[in-house]
């Protein structure tokens, strides 16, 4: 029988799947939606000191579209803060959420101050939260914006000072924007907390080239999207058998392939946020379809059984083949006379006839395999 249960900084969480903070996670009733689609947890949305980051402008959110006809992507652009309540109401807010919901409840804030740190934290913890996240990478916060150089110094100090404060499990969110995450990773777990985060988005920029400023609210903003998963799955590889502490995946997941892939470098548990936001809560119950599904296919009852199985696997640069072992070759029957292999081959290995041909100059790239719309390149063995 399938068990998608997982054990995350000492709480039980009845799916891996945790729906990260943010707007969709800032109400009971948006919660309870997140449970009606299977969510194992939710990270409330951050409460943080300074004023201005508890109201966000409007319009906040812009879907960013990228890359050539046919091959797209896109960012997920927002200027979202944090939680317009005080204190007291986002306590309260826990709380009920604690009475009207079977989820694990990971409270979140983010201080300035050490005494606020100690003293919400503190709150947090007898609103009855399971888990405190501390919120040290919002890409919209004074911290990352303008005190990068003292990212780690910061977290090792914020995390020891709420370790020392509170009794619940403590868990660190991470910038993706420092010199290097695992030697940051190594510092949370040294700092004594239960667990960590990678990562919260990067802070980027879009701009409007008619006015020629930066659109919606006029400067930076957090940006995340299918793009950005390979980054996070290539830091959780090395920090996976570095740290003892559990790691809580996050950035880009947009399908069930995305969330398995998660586990397969180490991750405990997979947090999703834009998905949800254009796709709906359902999406949570997708993913988790398809993950079931996955399993089934291989034979496992539970996701410790394939977590971390690629990175024994993951070949360090010394050890990669570099004899060419394939190249091109073109079916003629599918091949439409686009020419798209032609203008991206490098190489002047491809010859126009009445269809397209593969002459001896091939090199073996598998550039032109990747761009034909008609799949009509195939790389085969080379002889």
């Not at 054990?7 to 009971?28: M, R, Y």
């Not at 996050?250 to 180490?266: H, I, R």
């Not at 999406?283 to 379809?289: D, G, M, P, S, Y």
Request: aromatic content about 8%.
């Amino acid at each position: 029988m399938i068990d998608l249960s997982v054990n995350f900084a000492g709480k039980k969480l009845k799916s891996p799947i945790i729906v990260a903070s943010s707007g969709l996670t800032e109400t009971v009733a948006r919660v309870q939606k997140a449970e009606q689609f299977g969510a194992g947890g939710v990270v409330v949305k951050t409460k943080f000191e300074e004023p201005m980051m508890a109201k966000s402008p409007t319009p906040r959110f812009s879907v960013l579209s990228h890359g050539f006809v046919g091959d797209r992507s896109l960012s997920f652009y927002s200027i979202e803060q944090g939680a317009e309540v005080d204190i007291d109401g986002y306590c309260d807010e826990i709380t009920r959420m604690k009475e009207q919901t079977d989820l694990a409840i990971i409270g979140s804030v983010g201080c300035v101050n050490d005494e606020t740190w100690v003293s919400w934290s503190k709150a947090v913890e007898r609103a009855g939260a399971d888990v405190l996240e501390l919120n040290l990478s919002c890409p919209h916060s004074n911290l990352v914006i303008g005190n990068a150089k003292s990212i780690g110094e910061t977290i090792d100090h914020v995390t020891r000072l709420v370790k020392k404060s509170v009794s619940i499990p403590v868990i660190s969110k991470m910038t993706p924007q420092m010199n290097s995450p695992l030697a940051t990773a190594q510092v949370i777990q040294e700092a004594g907390a239960d667990g960590l985060t990678a990562f919260s988005r990067f802070l980027g920029l879009d701009l409007d080239i008619e006015t020629q400023a930066p659109i919606m609210h006029g400067g930076f903003g957090g940006h995340g999207g299918p793009w950005s998963i390979n980054y996070a799955l290539r830091w959780i590889s090395v920090m996976y058998p570095a740290i003892n502490i559990p790691i809580s995946g996050c950035g880009g997941v947009t399908k069930w392939q995305d969330v398995v892939k998660y586990f397969l470098v180490g991750a405990n548990n997979v947090q999703i946020c834009a998905a949800v936001y254009m796709r709906g809560y359902e999406v949570i119950e997708t993913l988790l379809n398809g993950l079931k599904k996955y399993m089934e296919e291989h034979g496992y009852n539970s996701i410790e059984e394939f977590r971390g199985n690629t990175v024994p696997r993951i070949k360090q640069l010394s050890e990669y083949n570099r004899e060419q072992v394939v190249v091109a070759k073109i079916s003629e029957d599918k091949c439409n006379t686009c020419g798209s292999c032609a203008k991206s081959c490098i190489y002047f290995a491809i010859d126009k006839g009445e269809t397209y041909r593969v002459n001896d100059k091939c090199a073996g790239c598998g550039l032109c395999e990747q761009i034909c719309p008609s799949k009509a390149v195939q790389m085969v063995a080379y002889a």
